[in-house]
């Protein structure tokens, strides 16, 4: 650079990112006061953004883009895609299972403009979701007369998740030569599921055993659901002085009494005694024979949880270990002090179960007892969250190795336990608190540890992406904003380092 | 510079010291038996939005949108009730108080800016500062009476302000790249430099851009340059699925004025090129569906990339 008489020449020779903090005229010289489209490479270089290009290489591609889900199977990675038609007002749920494959649409309800999802062995729990005013705060919750959906993942149409009980007048007789306790028993039968759901006790009829006799069954009732893929049979102990309530006593499963269709309607010669009914199915009486649409699922201690339903904003419902359908109405509730404020969102980290509300974080740790009783502590009472406003890693959809990266009101701040301060975008305070509070239920963040970078989907349809190779330190962090001709609705991490976006009109 | 007046009629009330006695808004504040003193509140809505300006005596009047371009308020205002006064006898005799000075609460301003504050009596009341004629009028009764019969009353159907004002004429013009305009794209606005009547671009002290009833104010980190007779900045994103025109207005101080400059409309690019895409490394250009949906792909290069750096020196 060629020097001027008294004049210092000032190279600028490292760019480390959008700086909007304080008085923009005092934005150090190694910063942008404003930037657009640009990429960290290096230590402090910087370039044009990589392009997009498509990622269906098909007739008809999928348009007007609301949510992407990574959705990973056992035969690879795959995503669920939600569409939204403006002149039906209906969302439309899709499932690429590659460039060229889409199944669906697997599910498509009047008003879902967005939906929570959460892969659970091979299956999907899809709960739709959409937004609501109420005076000047815009919130999501559950749809209204919404229910949790189950999705095989083979491109059959979602189902509602759970189901009823079966009903019917069952025929009862004394079978071949075989052994019961003698005595008053109440049989009945649960359906279970392919997705392992079984479902509250039904078809109940008493009957009074023979000691040398087995029992045998006719007219067994089929639920003519093609889901479901067999009937159990459950019984009471002897009940000496039955008073009538058929759901007033203890119902166990009656081992090796399965129909393993639903279309037999008998079975025959069954022997057990008392001392064999082990297995309690009286709790199956108190789960959700539908349960309610949420804004938020995640998973705890192999539980599902699912959170803000159309009537309950501050209630978390949990469901039995391994059974993600089956939701005790009675003690599988974790509740949040009512404030008017929804729950938004629900994540694990080291063992606990964290909460959020929009400006309040709590947590839960399960004691192995029923999720009723698990201990609340509040952690935070000024800092949460929105729906989609903790970090998924990769495909996971969860946490990385011992942190959280959440977006508050503050700032996108590192959780391990508590909010780390100064937040990560302490550089871009200003940038961040202009985003306008009630859309914070657009912003979306996924972080690619591949590409040490953050990806932020923010209200105005743009991607604020930080980048950490030099660093997880809010003072090392490199921030750029991306626009593109259309607008950004949701991103999502594809195969390890494949950075998806998703966009509807502009 | 002239002269003008304003008669705005009501058009909503709220307060239980009202009644309506139509075309009259009375509203009545009675000594209580209890222990006083005794207060009650309403307020009274004036409408701003037809033809009720009279400009320099003419008896004929306009709308807002009918003003000069540039009409500026210079002179304190004054705003009286025509026909503030007692009202007709309710259920016996009844002795009227005047309320003191300050327990009347006006309130004047727009719909969607701030108000303007201002405690006066509710007649003759002096303005001391510019006012924007937007919305509509909001007048504030607050009243107390001291002690059992100390009655009062207003009878109130119109309101009417007057006084001075000036206009300035603006040639202020804004060029685009491209019409209609992209989120993102480079707006800059003229002023002809050989007219030094006018303010210069750098006392505009923002700009508002206004669509489908919503607004917001072009951030600082968006404007990039600014000289006397130049002022660029990056249109902002935020506009949602908007698709249609936006209205931009600069804000200004001045020593020769200060208010809004309507600076006119732009059509915002509105383009269908949704659907799912990944970053692809290396790649120099967005390639988006085409919005036929029918397979093929169009090329975009990148909207805008720039980096703007701190000031040297700042």
């Given at each position: 650079m060629t020097k001027l008489r008294d004049h210092e020449p000032i190279s600028i020779t490292?760019?480390?990112?959008?700086?909007?903090?304080?008085?923009?005229?005092?934005?150090?010289?190694?910063?942008?006061?404003?930037?657009?489209?640009?990429?960290?490479?290096?230590?402090?270089?910087?370039?044009?953004?990589?392009?997009?290009?498509?990622?269906?290489?098909v007739n008809v591609p999928l348009s007007n883009i609301k949510r992407i889900y990574n959705f990973p199977q056992p035969t690879g990675n795959t995503f669920i895609v939600l569409t939204f038609d403006p002149d039906t007002n209906s969302g439309s749920i899709h499932h690429v299972v590659d460039r060229t494959t889409v199944f669906g649409p697997l599910l498509t309800i009047v008003g879902m403009t967005d939906f929570a999802f959460l892969p659970y062995a091979g299956r999907g729990y899809i709960s739709p979701f959409t937004d609501f005013i109420t005076g000047d705060?815009?919130?999501?919750?559950?749809?209204?007369?919404?229910?949790?959906?189950?999705?095989?993942?083979?491109?059959?149409?979602?189902?509602?998740?759970?189901?009823?009980?079966?009903?019917?007048?069952?025929?009862?007789?004394?079978?071949?030569?075989?052994?019961?306790?003698?005595?008053?028993?109440?049989?009945a039968w649960v359906a279970e599921t392919a997705s392992g759901y079984l479902t509250a006790p039904g078809a109940t009829k008493g009957f009074t055993t023979l000691a040398n006799f087995s029992v045998s069954f006719g007219n067994v009732p089929t639920s003519g659901d093609p889901n479901v893929i067999n009937r159990q049979l459950v019984a009471t102990k002897v009940i000496e002085n039955f008073t009538g309530n058929l759901d007033g006593y203890t119902f166990y499963f009656v081992p090796n009494a399965t129909i393993p269709n639903d279309t037999d309607t008998f079975l025959n010669d069954i022997s057990f005694f008392d001392a064999d009914l082990l297995d309690d199915a009286s709790h199956l009486l108190d789960n959700f024979s539908e349960i309610p649409a949420g804004a938020a699922l995640t998973l705890y201690h192999n539980r599902l949880v699912l959170s803000t339903t159309f009537e309950e904003i501050s209630v978390s419902y949990v469901s039995a270990i391994g059974e993600p359908e089956a939701i005790s109405q009675v003690d599988g509730l974790i509740t949040l002090p009512p404030d008017g404020n929804p729950i938004t969102n629900a994540q694990e980290l080291r063992d606990i179960l964290y909460v959020t509300k929009r400006s309040k974080t709590v947590s839960f740790t399960d004691n192995e007892d029923v999720p009723s009783s698990w201990p609340m502590v509040t952690v935070d009472n000024a800092l949460g969250t929105c729906v989609h406003g903790i970090a998924t890693v990769l495909d996971s959809g969860s946490s990385s190795v011992d942190y959280l990266l959440i977006c508050t009101f503050q700032g996108i701040s590192l959780f391990n336990g508590r909010f780390v301060a100064p937040e990560l975008s302490w550089k871009i305070e200003e940038f961040w608190q202009n985003q306008d509070r009630n859309k914070f239920g657009q912003i979306q963040i996924v972080n690619a540890?591949?590409?040490?970078?953050?990806?932020?989907?923010?209200?105005?349809k743009r991607i604020l992406v930080g980048r950490y190779a030099n660093g997880m330190d809010p003072k090392k962090m490199q921030w750029e904003p991306w626009s593109f001709v259309m607008g950004v609705n949701t991103i999502a991490i594809h195969n390890v380092d494949t950075i998806l976006i998703g966009a509807d009109v502009n | 510079m002239g002269t003008f007046r304003g008669v705005f009629s009501v058009t909503a009330l709220t307060g239980d010291a009202f009644t309506h006695n139509a075309p009259q808004y009375q509203y009545t504040l009675f000594g209580s038996p209890s222990p006083p003193p005794y207060s009650k509140d309403g307020t009274v809505q004036f409408d701003l939005s037809g033809n009720c300006f009279f400009l320099d005596g003419s008896g004929t009047p306009v709308s807002r949108a009918g003003l000069p371009s540039g009409f500026t308020m210079t002179s304190p205002l004054t705003l009286k009730c025509p026909t503030n006064g007692p009202p007709e006898s309710i259920g016996g005799p009844i002795s009227f108080h005047a309320p003191s000075t300050n327990q009347v609460n006006v309130t004047w301003g727009t719909y969607s800016n701030s108000f303007d504050d201002v405690l006066a009596e509710v007649s003759d009341i002096p303005f001391t500062d510019p006012i924007d004629f937007a919305g509509s009028l909001l007048l504030e009764l607050i009243s107390t009476v001291g002690s059992f019969g100390d009655n009062f009353a207003y009878v109130v159907d119109s309101l009417e302000v007057s006084g001075s004002y000036t206009a300035v004429a603006f040639s202020w013009t804004i060029t685009t790249p491209d019409s209609p305009v992209p989120k993102g794209a480079k707006i800059t606005i003229h002023k002809d430099p050989t007219d030094v009547d006018q303010p210069n671009l750098n006392d505009i002290t923002g700009i508002q851009i206004a669509w489908d009833d919503k607004e917001m104010l072009v951030?600082?980190?968006?404007?990039?340059?600014?000289?006397?007779?130049?002022?660029?900045?990056?249109?902002?994103?935020?506009?949602?699925?908007?698709?249609?025109?936006?209205?931009?207005?600069?804000?200004?101080?001045?020593?020769?004025?200060?208010?809004?400059?309507?600076?006119?409309?732009?059509?915002?690019?509105?383009?269908?090129?949704?659907?799912?895409?990944?970053?692809?490394?290396?790649?120099?250009?967005?390639?988006?569906y085409n919005p036929d949906r029918d397979g093929s792909t169009t090329d975009k290069a990148f909207p805008s990339p720039y980096g703007k750096t701190g000031f040297v020196g700042g």
């Open positions: 490292d760019f480390n990112g959008l700086w909007a903090r304080g008085d923009y005229e005092n934005t150090p010289l190694d910063h942008f006061q404003n930037a657009n489209n640009l990429k960290h490479v290096g230590t402090n270089s910087v370039k044009t953004r990589d392009g997009i290009g498509i990622s269906q290489d705060l815009t919130i999501q919750k559950g749809l209204e007369d919404e229910f949790l959906y189950v999705y095989a993942g083979d491109g059959t149409a979602a189902r509602k998740a759970a189901g009823g009980p079966l009903s019917g007048n069952v025929s009862i007789a004394n079978g071949a030569a075989g052994n019961t306790d003698p005595g008053f028993h109440l049989f540890p591949i590409q040490k970078e953050i990806y932020i989907v923010i209200p105005d | 951030p600082d980190w968006d404007i990039i340059w600014i000289t006397e007779d130049i002022f660029i900045f990056y249109l902002p994103y935020g506009f949602d699925d908007f698709e249609g025109n936006i209205d931009l207005t600069a804000l200004v101080e001045s020593t020769e004025f200060s208010g809004s400059v309507p600076l006119g409309s732009l059509t915002i690019l509105f383009e269908n090129g949704s659907g799912v895409y990944q970053l692809t490394p290396g790649k120099t250009n967005d390639t988006l």
